[in-house]
């Protein structure tokens, strides 16, 4: 495979854009391929097997596309079925976790907020991330509705997003969390709201530059990383309404192609 291959990401929607964002950043030679899924979304409605065939499909397309390596930028889909992919996929499969080890270890009271939609909040998987850090600091899950639809729409600072992310933060400080984790790639996007409604002695978990590193990672070990001087053309499909994902990549990614059906 050449190392000019592209590198595929995939989303229920715009959530992974933000992933996308922190690898160009990190590997700026890197063509990518992204897929928003809002055709099918929210991933949070649906069962596993049914986001593990959409996986199945979507990884299919960007095999056939030529990828080198998959990032499964949605937690909701990590948690779903990643173990799944990765057994039948013949390329490195990235995916997304909460960054619940570096939020323990950040806090000084002892008590961690986790943000996340309320499907990822309910999976085993979780559930055992959770268990895991549970003797070192106390996990309080804070489920999250509505707030990707609304991130969807763009609105990151409207009078709507601040009542929302309030009803769900002020909990979480009530409880004395001191360190709140984004337990979903959308979330990503309202991340500075979250941090002012939070206040300065808050500290505010992401986890997408850690997912591009794991990338580089891969790709270092496989011996798969783009040459400095490697041209770059990214790719968008998306199985939804081409024209709301052409106006969200207008904003969350200027100078991007028109993006093409799934």
């Not at 409605?45 to 056939?64: A, G, V």
């Not at 013949?90 to 995916?95: F, R």
């Not at 409207?158 to 969390?177: E, H, R, T, V």
Request: aromatic share 6%.
């Amino acid at each position: 495979m050449a190392n000019s291959a592209a590198t595929g990401i995939f989303d229920s929607g715009i959530g992974g854009l933000s992933v996308a964002r922190a690898v160009r950043e990190l590997l700026p030679n890197e063509p990518l391929i992204y897929v928003a899924d809002t055709g099918h979304a929210p991933y949070g409605e649906k069962t596993d097997d049914y986001i593990y065939q959409r996986m199945q499909l979507i990884s299919r397309h960007l095999i056939n596309q030529g990828v080198k390596a998959i990032v499964v930028a949605c937690n909701t889909a990590t948690t779903a079925a990643i173990a799944r992919l990765r057994a039948e996929c013949p390329l490195p499969v990235i995916g997304v976790e909460p960054g619940v080890k570096p939020a323990v270890l950040a806090s000084k009271t002892g008590v961690v907020g986790i943000l996340a939609t309320p499907r990822t909040l309910q999976t085993p998987a979780f559930a055992n991330l959770a268990q895991r850090f549970a003797g070192q600091a106390r996990i309080e899950l804070q489920p999250c509705p509505q707030l990707v639809q609304l991130i969807e729409t763009l609105d990151f600072n409207g009078a709507p997003m601040q009542a929302l992310l309030k009803s769900y933060i002020y909990p979480l400080l009530d409880k004395g969390a001191d360190t709140l984790v984004l337990g979903c790639t959308h979330y990503n996007f309202v991340a500075d709201a979250i941090a002012a409604i939070a206040g300065p002695a808050v500290t505010i978990i992401r986890t997408e530059a850690a997912v591009a590193k794991q990338l580089q990672q891969r790709l270092l070990q496989a011996q798969l990383l783009a040459d400095p001087d490697n041209s770059i053309s990214d790719i968008f499909y998306s199985s939804g309404s081409l024209e709301l994902f052409r106006r969200q990549l207008q904003q969350l990614w200027p100078g991007a192609e028109n993006p093409l059906p799934l």
